[in-house]
């Protein structure tokens, strides 16, 4: 029988490889539902057009949007799924703690969240390329050969950035249920009445604030610094609401 009692790292660091390997669904769910969102990004983000009598031009706009879209609801919906009791008794394989526990589930939506950041943005050029050789669309501006490296890595860290964000707040709400599983009733509700009465409140005045405060910021370290507070907090409130549960024996 061995006395040498395992460090915090060593623990978090346990746990985290394990997770990686035990949780490879998650990754798969991860291709398969951004495959379906580049099937729903076939008809464009967007579309304009215009002509005269003999000349009719359509515009449409592709991106990555969908991608993101779909991926932060995968993302979302994980984190959740990581909270429940089955996930949870998967940690006392190890000799584990809350903190542990918690650190290595954050490591894990963190390596998603760039995963997820990365493939989502590189399906923009996998859209590109597909409506190139398989329709009849012809690119004004094939951003798969010009966009600088910048953008893209800025793109990359932006969506990581959200896809992490929602990680956060979805972690919470898995923390919240599993203390009381009453709030999986209560916090919907909650919500839906927070949204309509920011949308009804001043003309919309602070449903608007909100959208702005975190989805129109403009400069990078700026929106960078208000994504890693806010998922902090929320990852904060998951630990303290988290040792509050019940110990399992």
Not at 9 to 17: D, G, I
Not at 38 to 60: H, K, R
Not at 179 to 189: D, E, K, S, V, W
Not at 193 to 203: C, H, P, R, T
Request: charged share 10%.
């Amino acid at each position: 029988m061995s006395f040498v009692k395992p460090s915090l790292l060593t623990n978090v660091r346990k746990q985290y490889l394990f997770k990686l390997k035990a949780y490879y669904s998650v990754f798969t769910t991860l291709i398969v539902v951004q495959l379906l969102a580049i099937l729903f990004s076939f008809g464009g983000v967007s579309m304009t057009g215009g002509g005269s009598n003999s000349i009719q031009v359509y515009i449409s706009y592709y991106s990555a949007d969908i991608v993101v879209i779909f991926t932060i609801l995968w993302a979302f919906i994980t984190s959740i799924l990581i909270t429940t009791k089955a996930y949870r008794n998967d940690d006392f394989m190890f000799v584990a703690n809350r903190v542990s526990s918690n650190l290595s589930n954050i490591l894990f939506l963190l390596t998603a969240s760039l995963v997820g950041g990365i493939t989502a943005m590189l399906s923009r050029y996998v859209l590109q390329v597909i409506m190139y050789y398989a329709s009849d669309v012809r690119f004004v501006k094939p951003s798969f050969f010009f966009e600088a490296p910048t953008e893209l890595l800025i793109g990359i860290g932006a969506a990581s950035l959200y896809i992490l964000f929602f990680s956060g707040i979805g972690y919470a709400i898995g923390s919240v249920v599993q203390l009381n599983r009453a709030f999986a009733f209560i916090l919907p509700t909650v919500f839906i009445g927070f949204y309509i009465l920011g949308m009804n409140s001043a003309n919309g005045k602070y449903g608007r604030a909100v959208y702005h405060f975190i989805f129109t910021e403009t400069s990078f370290l700026i929106f960078f610094i208000k994504m890693l507070l806010l998922t902090l907090l929320c990852f904060a409130f998951s630990i303290v609401v988290s040792n509050r549960l019940e110990v399992r024996k």
